[in-house]
């Protein structure tokens, strides 16, 4: 556990934030103007049992009154894994007559284009569960074939012989008119125990496959979704705490638990959300707004991109083997984390992952029944982690395991010294980071010599130097609570409601009041949502978009509507807008050419106050926090490395690389020939090149 100084958020009680990993469930505190963070190890089999440890070891070792706090936030994984591992409810799909098959047949592209044996994803929902109602609309949501809810009737009786749990309801057009959706719902629910998802509600948009796919992963993660909150909550209040609970969604804002429970879609990228906003707020404190995030834990690697102090949010990302069409932050994933595990395949070639060690056994440093070699266990061989402290209370580590199972398993195969194997660990696990940070950074057009790289997690420091140095990224930040950032985001993230309809016209066929019209009516949702959390109207903010495209393209893209009353100067400014964003991504605009509506969307932003970051004023100097010197291997080579104790650091200090940092949750690495700085924040911003 650590601590350092901040200010309270409003409320003055004490706030809490909590953020599962796949080998440590985070912990921080802001409390009488401080900062408590705390880690205890994942329980992988009931998530919620490291959230509970960690507040008991809250309350029991750090003397924090349960009672007394006011804020208790939550980025969840439970979600995504249950999609990964498809461990979902027995669920049901209705649509329209003649549609059962679109989750089969989805989308025209293979998974790979050159492999013919490639297959699609597994349907969420099985064929013999998806039902087709008579009933028809057109594209503006008229009436071409009545309900059948008789139909409708008998269908019911059938899924409840079926023991169906949850069902997703997706007609055609209903994004129009959700009138037969909403029929469907009441005749089924008088007559069904379940869960139900509309696609009306979930995600009433253009494109059947997602629509409907979407719409089913959130009738599947609904009672999965439900169980884990009602646990999380019964535990908790248990425990005298009567916040309510708040959960982080993948867009990167929080909502209710009980929205969390109707909409679980919207927290697929929880964590990672939590983790990219925290990273976001805290390189904004130190002057950088364009950056690319690089969260490192024990079982991961996620990175994402921000520009101008905005982190990238996209409507076509991807769970899985699964597209999902709910915004989220753009976030790229690979299996490359401090846990993940090194092999050597049928050839002989060294691997570094996907395969983690998770949070049990672990490494085998952890002392925890561990066997295989891992880059936590790489990086405690070659000296950049102190056996004795990179470890929380509960752990021990074992320095001659870890040396004779790389010795046994890697060193000795290769014809290596032991040494040798451990850096040839990292360089491997580093061209997998490498490769990810290439996807959101150069391979989408971005310099990556225009931006600093923000390394967070347990493990994200270690590596980010070295990689930095690889991608021309000119420095590195690294926050003070870098092993805890994405708890810490989960406090510094505003409340976020999205809202959103198709209504495919031609630009031209569209009015000032028509689209005010839509807007009106979400703002008023919003508006009663945000008033529900207890925000006065100073702190709400609603942003409007529309999704644009030329007439006869496929896709679109997002534009921002002028603020005020709506007329036609400002649907021009759209239009004009929609032009200059197409130039800028795809080289070229076509201002003669006629313009397309698509999609109407708002989001309701409640503006939440952040704690204040600066640490603890530090009378040491510079000499006082280092701790030693150390033989520490940099590129196959030794040096003399400079110890320093991260508490200790004072601000405004400067110093050389070869240099291990050592804090609380993570280890920073320097390397030879790089500086490093201490800001006013204690962020350790490191040049890494002119």
């Not at 070891?57 to 007394?68: F, K, P």
């Not at 100073?538 to 409007?544: A, V």
């Amino acid at each position: 556990m650590s601590e350092s100084p901040a200010r309270d958020g409003p409320g003055g009680g004490a706030r809490i934030g909590v953020d599962i990993g796949g080998t440590f469930t985070d912990l921080v505190t802001v409390r009488d103007g401080t900062i408590q963070v705390r880690k205890t190890p994942s329980t992988p089999s009931a998530p919620e049992g490291g959230v509970i440890a960690g507040l008991e070891a809250a309350r029991d070792r750090d003397g924090l009154e349960l009672a007394t706090v006011d804020f208790l936030g939550h980025g969840t994984t439970v979600a995504t894994n249950a999609i990964l591992e498809a461990d979902w409810a027995e669920t049901a799909l209705v649509t329209t007559a003649g549609f059962r098959d679109v989750l089969e047949i989805g989308r025209q592209a293979r998974p790979d284009i050159y492999d013919f044996q490639a297959e699609k994803p597994t349907p969420v929902v099985e064929r013999d569960r998806r039902y087709g109602v008579t009933e028809r609309l057109d594209e503006r949501g008229q009436v071409l074939e009545p309900l059948d809810e008789d139909e409708v009737r008998s269908l019911a009786d059938d899924l409840a012989a079926d023991g169906v749990e949850s069902v997703a309801i997706s007609l055609l057009h209903s994004f129009e008119n959700d009138d037969h959706e909403r029929r469907v719902h009441e005749v089924l629910d008088e007559r069904l125990e379940a869960s139900f998802s509309l696609s009306s509600r979930t995600l009433p948009e253009i494109r059947e496959y997602e629509r409907t796919l979407t719409t089913s992963l959130n009738a599947a993660l609904k009672p999965v979704m439900d169980r884990y909150i009602g646990r999380l909550s019964a535990g908790v209040a248990d425990l005298d705490v009567d916040a309510e609970l708040k959960i982080m969604q993948s867009n990167g804002g929080i909502i209710t638990a009980d929205a969390a429970r109707d909409r679980p879609v919207n927290t697929l990228l929880s964590g990672p959300a939590a983790g990219v906003q925290g990273a976001t707020y805290v390189a904004g404190l130190t002057g950088f707004e364009d950056v690319v995030t690089m969260d490192m834990g024990g079982t991961s690697c996620d990175v994402s991109l921000v520009r101008g102090g905005d982190p990238l949010v996209s409507t076509d990302g991807e769970v899985g083997d699964y597209p999902v069409s709910v915004p989220m932050i753009d976030i790229h994933t690979v299996g490359s984390g401090g846990g993940s595990i090194a092999w050597l395949d049928a050839g002989g070639a060294l691997r570094v992952g996907p395969r983690s060690a998770g949070a049990d056994p672990g490494p085998i440093s952890y002392g925890r029944g561990g066997t295989e070699p891992t880059t936590t266990d790489a990086h405690l061989l070659l000296g950049r982690l102190d056996p004795s402290r990179f470890l929380s209370e509960e752990l021990e580590a074992d320095v001659e395991a870890v040396r004779t199972a790389v010795d046994e398993r890697i060193a000795e195969p290769l014809g290596m010294g032991v040494e040798e194997a451990a850096q040839g660990i990292l360089d491997v696990a580093n061209a997998n980071m490498e490769r990810a940070l290439r996807v959101v950074s150069v391979e989408r057009g971005y310099d990556p010599r225009d931006f600093a790289l923000v390394a967070f997690g347990g493990a994200g420091p270690l590596h980010a130097t070295t990689l930095a140095d690889a991608l021309d990224v000119p420095r590195v930040v690294v926050p003070r609570t870098a092993g805890v950032l994405s708890a810490l985001g989960l406090l510094i993230s505003d409340i976020l409601y999205d809202y959103s309809v198709s209504r495919v016209r031609p630009w031209a066929a569209v009015t000032p009041d028509s689209l005010a019209e839509s807007f009106a009516d979400f703002h008023e949702r919003g508006r009663a949502r945000l008033e529900d959390e207890d925000l006065g109207s100073e702190r709400m903010q609603f942003e409007r978009t529309v999704d644009l495209r030329y007439e006869g393209q496929s896709f679109e893209l997002s534009v921002p509507v002028p603020s005020g009353d709506l007329d036609a100067a400002a649907l021009e400014t759209v239009v004009d807008r929609f032009h200059d964003r197409h130039r800028k991504r795809y080289g070229h605009a076509y201002p003669a050419e006629p313009v397309e509506l698509v999609t109407i969307r708002l989001r309701a932003r409640g503006v939440v106050e952040s704690p204040d970051l600066h640490p603890a004023g530090t009378t040491g100097t510079l000499e006082d926090a280092r701790r030693e010197r150390r033989r520490v291997m940099f590129d196959g080579e030794f040096h003399d490395a400079a110890v320093y104790v991260r508490d200790a650091l004072p601000t405004g200090s400067a110093f050389d690389g070869p240099a291990i940092v050592e804090g609380a949750e993570s280890t920073v690495v320097v390397n030879p020939g790089q500086r490093a700085r201490v800001d006013e924040y204690g962020s350790i911003v490191v040049e890494v090149s002119d």
